[in-house]
């Protein structure tokens, strides 16, 4: 791997562990529910493409199925979330 991808690669880490620090701040102190949702929501697209750029950093597919795996529960949390919001009930 060429050292200006290392680079990048490296950068991006730094990038995407703050905007999971900022949504877990948000996740913890978010006054409304709605907005703990949305801060869940991103923390774990954050997660996913953190996990990514590992997978890239070591060139190994687990962490490719991690990722996957992590988005899938991602989109699952997250939608019964935002249904229990609307209706109050997740399973009706």
């Given at each position: ?10 950068f991006?880490?730094?990038c ?10 948000r ?15 991103c ?50």
């Amino acid at each position: 791997m060429s050292p200006l991808l290392l680079g990048a690669l490296r950068f991006a880490l730094a990038c995407l562990v703050l905007a999971m620090t900022c949504a877990l701040w948000r996740l913890f102190r978010g006054p409304r529910a709605q907005d703990r949702v949305l801060a869940f929501d991103c923390l774990y697209v954050n997660a996913m493409l953190v996990v990514l750029a590992l997978g890239l950093v070591y060139r190994s597919s687990t962490y490719f199925e991690a990722a996957l795996l992590i988005a899938l529960f991602g989109f699952a949390g997250s939608t019964a979330m935002a249904k229990f919001l609307l209706r109050g009930e997740v399973i009706e």
